[in-house]
Every structure is written in C-alpha cells, then in structure tokens.
C-alpha cells in the first residue's frame, strides 16, 4: 500500500487561482494551520499501519518536496514509525524513497536505510528513485543533464557502503568522501531489496537490469497506458536475456473500494476528481523540462508517438469525469468483484509481481479511506497473491525473511 | 551571406568533438549561441559579410553525437574547451559575439584570455545574478510564454519566424528533440541560477565590448546592461526599445550596422 500524504481540504478553487501544486504553492495562504498537517501525518501514518495489521504486503512512503500533492520530503522520518510499529508483522517497509541524486552526500541515504533495517529486523525494501524534475530540478536545484550522472555515482556509493568490509575513498563528482564506513550496516545481507521507480524510460530500464533491480512503473496514468509502456519493458528485458520473472516489475494503481459500483461512486468521486484537479495540478511541460530525459528516451518518445500519447494523456486526464477515469482503468474503482477482477487482469497483462497500491485519494477523508483499505484487504487481496504461484516464481527484490509468510 | 562550410574540430584531448558552421570573409569572427541551440540567421549573415564568422555547436548539440559534452565538467573546462577549439581552427586573435548563454561563456572566454579576445559583443548576456531582478527559466516555460518572454512582439514576423515549428510530423518531432536537447546541454553550465562566477573574473577582460539588450527583455533583465559595461573596463551598453531579448533579430535595423561598426570601426 503507498500513501503519498497529500493535503486533504485544498479549496475549491486552487487550480484556478494557483499555477502549480508544485514548487510555488503558497503555504500560508493553503496552511492556515500547521496542525492540522500534523493530522494529515498523522492520519497517514495510521492508514499505512491500519493496512499493514489488514494484509498488505508491504507499506510504502516516498519523496517529494514543496508541493501540495506529497508532502514526505523525507521518507525515512515517517518510514522509521512505520518500522516500529509494524515489528509484530510480516510487512516489509518500502521507501520509495530517498531522492538518489538530492541526498547529500549520498552516505545519508546508505545510513538512513540501514537504520531502517535494523529498526524493522531486515524488513526494509529500498527504493531507490531519480527525483521528478520539480523536486529535483527546481527545488533542489540539480542541473537536469546531471541527474541521472549523480544517481548512478549515489547507487554505486551506497551499494558499496553497505557491502564493504573495508573502510574506503570514495572519489566521486559529487560525493568525495575520504573514509568511508557506515554505521551502521543492513541486517540482510548482502543488501536490501533495490526497487527503482520509473515512468517508462530506457535508461531507467537498463540501469535496473544492469544491476538486477525490480522496476515500478509509476504512474497516475492505469493500466491501459501502462500495458504500452510495460509491453516495452518486457520486449527490453528479453533483449537483456534476463527471465521473465513478473517480480522483476512493479506497478503503481489508484484503487478504490465500497460494496458496489454505485456506492463507490457516490463515496469516492469527488475524491478522484480532487486528485486530479488539484493534486497534479502542473504545468505539463515541467513534467519534461529538457535535460531530464537522457537523449536515448527522448528521441525514443518522439519518434515513437509515446511523447505525444503521453503529453495527450496528461492534457486529458484533468477533464476526464470519474466514470471516464474508471472506464479507462486510470482509477480501479467499484465492488470487491469489480476491483478483483480488474486488478487480475490488470496483473497479468502487465506481468507485475510487486503491484503498488493507493488507496488515500486526495481529499478522501481518514474513516473512508480506512472503509476502502479494510475491504480492499478482506475482499480483494486474497485473490491477488497466488496469481504468479502456479508459475513457480519466487520474488527474490522481497526481503528474505518475509517471502511466502503471508500466503494465508 | 550564409555559411558555405561545416568544419569538424575534436579537443580535449580527443575526447570532445563538435561541428562548427564557417561562413564569411574578413578577420575571424566567434559566435557563440544561445540554449536553443545554433541556428544560422539574419544576424550572421549580416555578420559575415565583414568578418569570417565561426560558430560552433556547443559541444553534445550537434545533431546525431549527444554524448560528446561529457568529457566537459562545468563552465571552466567548457572555456578552455572553446580556447582549444579556436587553436584547432588555426585562430589566433579573434572577436567574439555571444548571444545570451553564448554571452556568458563569450564573457567567460575573454577573461580567460583577455589578449586574445579583440573586441567583444554581448546580446543579453546571462552570467551576472542580482536577487529580486526579474529573471525567467525559459527550460520551464511553454512555448506560447518563451515567446511572450523572449519578443517585444510576440506575434510579429521576427518571432513567428523564430518560433514555427515544423509541421509534418517527422520533422516536428525532429525539431524537438534538437531544442530539447540543446536546452537540456546547457543546463549543466547555467542551472539553476545563471551564475557561475563570472563576476568574479569579469575584471580580466580587456577587449572593447558592446553590450546589447532590449528594453523589454522578460527574460533575463535589461538592468544587467548597465552592470556589464561597468563592471567590463572598455564596456559600453545600448539598451534599444521595441526589442526583448532577441534585439540582433527584432532591431535588425539597427543592431547589425550598429555591431559592424563597433567591430570594424
């Protein structure tokens, strides 16, 4: 289950009189009392561990900065009481995660999630994201060409910093570090589980099969467009010779769920269609600002079509009704069946293993939300875990110690 | 007079390679671009008729070799790279004209090698940063808000000449990924803040230099004019109405005679 911890009670009108969710929203005017952002946290973290003690998997958290629509800029804080108070589960704590190339020097990230490690007992899942180009290029200031040279220097450091038994220099571009040699260390070994997040770039894929990583799509955008983009992953993967194991990727999907069709409407609509009038509320092309693209996607993008399909995706989904959302799988949302039998499909077609769920939806209120976790969890998951048993796979990005815990 | 020359130059050790357009007669002329990339305009025409004009395609630009910035680390190896190009070129002394971005690292350049830049001409140079003045990242900006930003018409022929894109398909596509890439190149020697010491080193330059801006600049501001032939011991600045932050193009009546002059005279 991922929670992106959004502000709930935007006003109605905030994608009229704002330019942007992110970077420059004004918190005075949107805050008119911080406390009720200590509710919001505090409601989030309740949710995740409400939907840890119902079933999920795994919890999950990430990382954004100076934004309404995720306000978690750092996961590690909210994934450290996550740890704690999940130790009587079998759930892992995904962070999805610390922002590679923005966390300075790249030692903290090492650091932070080991910590993560020992407080959970070997439960953690690290993610290991690029940035998006607000948060990484326009508030944290990284020069878009430099992004994807730092992450790749901070994967290595960290790899290496949780793995060597000898203190060593790190001469890095950007981290240059003289002794290296962290405390503390992860629990599992040789290292937690690397999942890296992406939106559908080529390097992002070589660089997860380069180094036998599990891949999440992460998107808003469901599984229709999703099947385009996974389709793709899976043609690259079997170019790299790597097996087809489903838990190679993952998935992200909005879901909701009441005891019907109708009763979903009526409770989470005006949830939904928050989320996307306001929450992702950007300007379109800061999603692409050049130099965030490596040069391999972005000539891919254009000469494909997928740029224009996906710069025509996001122009549309803020118009988009709630049943035009839904008939389109860009919100799974209905009755357990309905939901069970969408996310089957959904699972199958797209060859995830790890599938990533949301299930507090912009303005969707702490009691709602908790309605559609318990449902999701009683009706809906125990028909989701064994779709790939058949096929013998095992999720080697899971931490040891939970794989095949909770087949139940 | 158009380019009637593509020159290919490898530096840094063999590490670097670009393309540089050659067009022209007359002593050597550098002109560095802005971030959209090297387009060969009005303006160096105009330029070419008094000088042999080089331009270079920032390093990485050049159509089919993206990767060949790497080797290039910031604005300091960048300069040197341009100082071993013009000795690849055989050029000894030389004047530069830089537009924008290409201004700064034009900038750059001269106070490097100060004897070597002869005369010096800066159109909008970014380079200089003062906080509160206006300034607009135009990799964040729409095209409909580039060209609001960057014309002091945007509707006039001068910026729909410069804003049209194709509009087959194909070559659309081909265009963008030019411009977007070009734009994403040079992130690495001016984002976030166009600032990357250059008025600490300014003082070095010694060439005359002519600074040109337009007065309605929304870009980068036209205060930095001032700033610029203050702080260039022979500078002197000209900052035109009716012109944004493309004055060569939209004074074209007056900035090509009035650079000819200041380089020749």
């Known amino acids: 289950m991922f929670h992106l911890m959004p502000h709930r009670e935007l006003p109605d009108d905030f994608s009229r009189r704002y330019k942007s969710v992110w970077v420059t929203p004004p918190w005075h005017e949107l805050v008119p009392d911080p406390a009720r952002v200590g509710d919001y946290y505090n409601w989030t973290l309740d949710e995740l561990i409400y939907g840890a003690e119902m079933g999920f998997d795994g919890i999950c958290v990430n990382e954004h900065h100076q934004n309404a629509y995720g306000f978690m800029p750092n996961p590690n804080v909210m994934g450290s009481v996550l740890a704690r108070a999940t130790n009587h589960l079998d759930v892992a704590i995904v962070q999805m995660g610390s922002t590679l190339p923005t966390t300075q020097p790249a030692i903290r990230v090492a650091e932070e999630y080991a910590m993560l490690d020992c407080i959970s007992g070997g439960r953690l899942v690290a993610g290991m994201p690029l940035g998006t180009p607000m948060d990484a290029n326009q508030v944290m200031g990284i020069p878009p060409i430099e992004q994807r040279d730092r992450y790749a220097e901070a994967h290595e450091l960290i790899?290496?910093?949780?793995?060597?038994?000898?203190?060593?220099?790190?001469?890095?571009?950007?981290?240059?570090?003289?002794?290296?040699?962290?405390?503390?260390?992860?629990?599992?070994?040789?290292?937690?589980?690397?999942?890296?997040?992406?939106?559908?770039?080529?390097?992002?894929?070589?660089?997860?099969?380069?180094?036998?990583?599990?891949?999440?799509?992460?998107?808003?955008?469901?599984?229709?467009?999703?099947?385009?983009?996974?389709?793709?992953?899976?043609?690259?993967?079997?170019?790299?010779?790597?097996?087809?194991?489903?838990?190679?990727?993952?998935?992200?999907?909005?879901?909701?769920?009441?005891?019907?069709?109708?009763?979903?409407?009526?409770?989470?609509?005006?949830?939904?269609?928050?989320?996307?009038?306001?929450?992702?509320?950007?300007?379109?092309?800061?999603?692409?600002a050049p130099g965030y693209q490596d040069y391999e996607s972005l000539s891919r993008g254009f000469r494909s079509g997928t740029t224009m399909k996906m710069l025509e995706v996001i122009s549309n989904f803020k118009k988009f009704s709630y049943k035009e959302l839904v008939d389109r799988d860009i919100v799974i949302a209905g009755s357990p069946a309905t939901v069970r039998d969408k996310l089957v499909g959904a699972v199958k077609d797209l060859r995830i293993g790890n599938l990533m769920i949301l299930q507090q939806i912009g303005s969707m209120p702490h009691e709602l939300t908790k309605d559609s976790i318990g449902l999701f969890c009683t009706e809906v998951l125990p028909k989701l875990r064994d779709i790939w048993d058949d096929d013998g796979w095992e999720n080697h990005w899971w931490p040891k110690r939970l794989r095949n815990q909770r087949l139940a | 007079m158009p380019y009637n020359e593509i020159r290919d130059v490898e530096v840094w050790d063999g590490e670097v390679r670009t393309k540089v357009l050659v067009g022209g007669e007359g002593p050597p002329l550098l002109y560095l671009h802005p971030v959209l990339g090297l387009q060969w305009d009005p303006f160096l025409d105009s330029l070419a008729q008094h000088h042999t004009v080089y331009a270079p395609y920032l390093p990485g630009t050049v159509p089919g070799d993206p990767d060949a910035h790497k080797a290039i680390e910031d604005v300091w190896d960048l300069t040197l790279c341009y100082s071993e190009l013009l000795d690849a070129l055989g050029i000894g002394q030389t004047a530069v004209v830089g537009h924008s971005f290409g201004g700064m690292l034009g900038a750059e350049l001269a106070a490097t090698e100060p004897a070597r830049v002869t005369k010096l001409v800066l159109l909008c140079p970014i380079g200089l940063w003062t906080d509160g003045r206006p300034f607009k990242n135009p990799n964040l900006l729409s095209l409909e808000e580039l060209g609001a930003a960057a014309f002091a018409d945007p509707t006039g022929p001068v910026a729909t000449m410069a804003l049209t894109l194709p509009e087959d398909p194909e070559a659309l596509g081909e265009a963008l990924i030019a411009i977007t890439w070009a734009m994403g190149v040079a992130t690495k020697f001016w984002w976030p803040i166009p600032d990357r010491g250059l008025r600490k080193r300014i003082h070095r330059i010694t060439a005359p230099t002519l600074v040109v801006w337009g007065e309605q600049d929304g870009i980068i501001s036209p205060e930095y004019a001032g700033d610029f032939a203050r702080l260039i011991r022979n500078g002197r600045a000209e900052v035109l109405a009716n012109a944004a932050h493309v004055p060569q193009l939209e004074r074209f009546d007056v900035v090509p005679d009035m650079v000819k002059e200041f380089l020749t005279g």
């Not at chain 1, 992002?204 to 599990?214: E, G, P």
């Open chain 1, 159 to 288: 790899l290496r910093a949780w793995q060597s038994k000898e203190v060593f220099a790190f001469n890095g571009r950007w981290n240059q570090l003289p002794f290296v040699n962290s405390w503390p260390r992860p629990i599992q070994q040789p290292h937690p589980p690397v999942w890296i997040p992406g939106l559908g770039s080529t390097s992002t894929w070589r660089f997860a099969a380069q180094h036998d990583h599990s891949y999440c799509m992460l998107s808003f955008f469901g599984s229709q467009v999703g099947k385009r983009i996974m389709d793709g992953f899976w043609e690259f993967s079997d170019a790299e010779g790597l097996d087809r194991n489903p838990y190679r990727a993952g998935f992200a999907q909005i879901v909701c769920v009441a005891e019907t069709d109708a009763e979903a409407e009526r409770l989470f609509a005006e949830h939904v269609l928050y989320f996307f009038d306001k929450c992702l509320h950007v300007p379109d092309h800061w999603w692409g």
